[in-house]
Structures are given as structure tokens and as C-alpha cells.
């Protein structure tokens, strides 16, 4: 089967990835992100993974919370079956450039 060009950028594979083993929050992939020197603002982080989301790579929901004992809601993100043929493709092209 031939490897085709990734049609993931760098960081949305790191987001990716970081969705493979289980959900995570915004706040979690953003940290993830920092730690890897890709820090965005909270604006391009939630339009990127809206973006994500209209590629059908990612699904979300809102979840409940209490912060300082007031309710809140946080958004938190799951890979689908497309985002993870996503992965291992872009795992398979960089893999041949080696």
C-alpha cells in the first residue's frame, strides 16, 4: 500500500497523538503543547481543534466541573476512527523518510 503526504500539519499530529491512548481535555492537550514549545493562545487552540473537528478527525463533548466550588463546563476531545487512520499514516510517511 503506498504512503501518501501526511494531510496533518506537525502540531495537529502532536494533538493527535496525544489523543490516541484516551480523551483529554483542552487545558491537558494545550499543556502537552507548551511542554513541546508549541504554546498557543486560547483563541488558535480552540479554533484549530474546531478545525479538527470539521475534518472529523476529533469529536468533543462538554463536560461539568466545579472550580473553586463554582459550576463550570470544559470541552474535552476524542480521536475517531478517521483521526486515527490520520496518525498512522503520518507515522508511516515520517517512518519512510528516515
Known amino acids: 500500500m503506498p504512503v501518501t503526504l501526511?494531510?496533518?500539519s506537525p502540531v495537529q499530529f502532536i494533538v493527535l497523538k496525544q489523543l490516541q491512548?484516551?480523551?483529554r481535555t483542552g487545558k491537558q492537550i494545550r499543556e502537552v503543547l507548551d511542554k513541546w514549545r508549541k504554546p498557543t493562545?486560547?483563541?488558535s487552540f480552540y479554533l484549530a481543534m474546531a478545525r479538527l473537528e470539521e475534518m472529523e478527525l476529533v469529536s468533543s463533548r462538554?463536560?461539568?466541573i466545579r472550580v473553586a466550588n463554582v459550576a463550570?463546563?470544559?470541552r474535552a476531545?476524542?480521536?475517531?476512527?478517521?483521526?486515527?487512520s490520520a496518525v498512522r499514516n503520518?507515522?508511516?510517511f515520517y517512518a519512510l523518510k528516515r
Open 6 to 8: 501526511p494531510q496533518i
Open 21 to 23: 491512548p484516551k480523551e
Open 41 to 43: 493562545t486560547l483563541v
Open 62 to 64: 462538554l463536560q461539568a
Open 72 to 74: 463550570c463546563r470544559e
Open 77 to 84: 476531545y476524542k480521536l475517531t476512527a478517521a483521526g486515527r
Open 90 to 92: 503520518a507515522i508511516a
